[in-house]
């Protein structure tokens, strides 16, 4: 049996490979609901079924695309049939978008209608050394931290990639990011946003434990874990214990501050940053694109879904403070100016996360553990563990699948050591 803690993404993908492999899986979540900060919801107030977030995928985001896969949430997924990107900037008026090719060699450089305006093919070699950054290196020590590309390209793209600012962003999970997408052509960089983040991430994840035997319960809230010699031996819950036998495993998928506090001498990041999203009940135009970069305005991206259009601000540190009325009025007048829509401010609802992820700067990277601890039935997931990514979807799965294996590797050295006892 393996012992998962959080029903999150990186507890599910966990749960989910484990289950893939018929092991027996139990997740213990202290909300009443799945899916963490990926998850959907009804807000009575705004009258529809709302994401917490505004989360955006890649088709080279592997990790994420098989546990669509495995769970059959894949056809959940929307986008551009090519990697394009619409950007329009609130300052000069302009609009223009962004088209990947196909394949590794960037073709799409050479034409100036498809890469940014202003900008010269020569200007983006000058992101490669992103790639093979050193750990302690900003983005901004790499790439000049201004001029039309920076300010078309590279710092709205790696502000979203990092929910941290360039000047501080850590150049290394910049370039892992790189590696994975635009490094791969466009095959790698369509982008993909959920019809509602619970119908494609949560709840087939968890019709798929229930078919393969594994249990979730819900409103169960750890309090303790017992460490003894070099395993877990128990856990302890709000309504009792659970004893964790020699051949189980447990996984620990939760927040930083909350591993913390369960783990002894844990070192995790300490610093955070914020994220912003507001949704607007109105039918986008005809022909809005699914997703559109905004320069120059507060609003930093703008999804189109029937009836609504949602907005995200990433690194929102600045704006999580202030009044709700105010913030949805000053992010309407972004949406009005591009989209054309009347001035009057529509049924809307802004949803805050103080603490989205850890901040990426390089100071922050290095408290990030690994998934493998001191005990040797133990293991650490989540976006905050050492992915080599920032804290995305795709590094929140990928950890889950690591420690997935982990657990596996434990507990297949278990099942051998049982063999041996009885031949």
Known sequence: MTHIIGAGLAGLSAAIRLAEQGRRVAVYEAAGQAGGRCRSYFDAGFGAVIDNGNHLLLSGNDAAIRYLTLIGGADKLRGPSRAEFDFADLATGECWTLRINEGRWPSWLFDPDRRVPATKPLDYLAAAPLMWAARRRTVTDIIAGEGPLYERLWQPLMLAALNTDPHEGSARLAGAVMRNTLAKGGAACRPLVAEGLSAAFVEPALAYLGEHHGTIAFGKRLREIEFASNRVRSLMFADGKIPVREDDAVILAVPPWVAQTLVPGLKAPTEFRAILNAHFSVAPPPQF???????????????????????????????????REELAAELWRDVAAVTGLPAELPPWQIVKEKRATFAASPDQDVLRPESKTEWRNFFLAGDWIQTGLPATIEGAIRSGERTARLAMRELGKHDRNERTRFT
């Not at 703008?302 to 609504?308: D, M, V």
Request: net charge neutral.
């Open 289 to 323: 694109p699914p997703i559109l970069g905004l320069i120059h305005g507060t609003v930093e991206w703008i999804f189109s879904f029937p009836g609504r259009l949602s907005i995200t601000i990433s690194g929102a540190d600045r704006l999580i403070d202030r009044p």
